[in-house]
């Protein structure tokens, strides 16, 4: 499957932004998904996930209440709805992507594929 993140751009703090992850092939509904993001010089971290039904959903602490991911299977998309803002938010967003999960949707090892990524800067 091929993934193809877009939606970032400069917000300032307490805006929101909507991130959109576009993925190829018929059996997107089979995949769990998850949101991850990197800012320069820290290590990628977990975002927000969603299981491939749509049914369970999962967050970082930092991001919950702020964060909604949900997914339109539809569509092949999956979303990642910012609200609220914060310029520590500021980083590129990946979308990931996982058919058979070995492992915790927070974990990053656990994705088979990965989209290139958008860039998410709040201005404080």
């Known amino acids: 499957v091929q993934l193809q993140a877009s939606g970032g751009g400069l917000v300032q703090a307490g805006g929101s932004l909507r991130l959109a992850c576009a993925a190829s092939?018929?059996?997107?509904?089979?995949?769990?998904m998850g949101w991850f993001r990197q800012a320069p010089g820290k290590e990628r971290e977990f975002v927000a996930a969603?299981?491939?039904?749509?049914?369970?959903?999962f967050y970082a602490d930092s991001t919950k209440g702020r964060f909604t991911i949900s997914r339109d299977n539809a569509k092949n998309t999956v979303y990642l709805q910012m609200n609220s803002l914060k310029p520590e938010d500021t980083a590129v967003y990946y979308c990931?992507?996982?058919?058979?999960?070995?492992?915790?949707?927070?974990?990053?090892?656990?994705?088979?594929?990965w989209g290139q990524g958008t860039q998410v800067t709040v201005s404080s």
């Open positions: 990931a992507a996982v058919r058979t999960q070995k492992n915790g949707l927070r974990i990053g090892a656990t994705y088979d594929y």
């Open positions: 092939g018929r059996t997107f509904i089979s995949y769990a």
């Open positions: 969603i299981t491939w039904r749509g049914g369970t959903t």
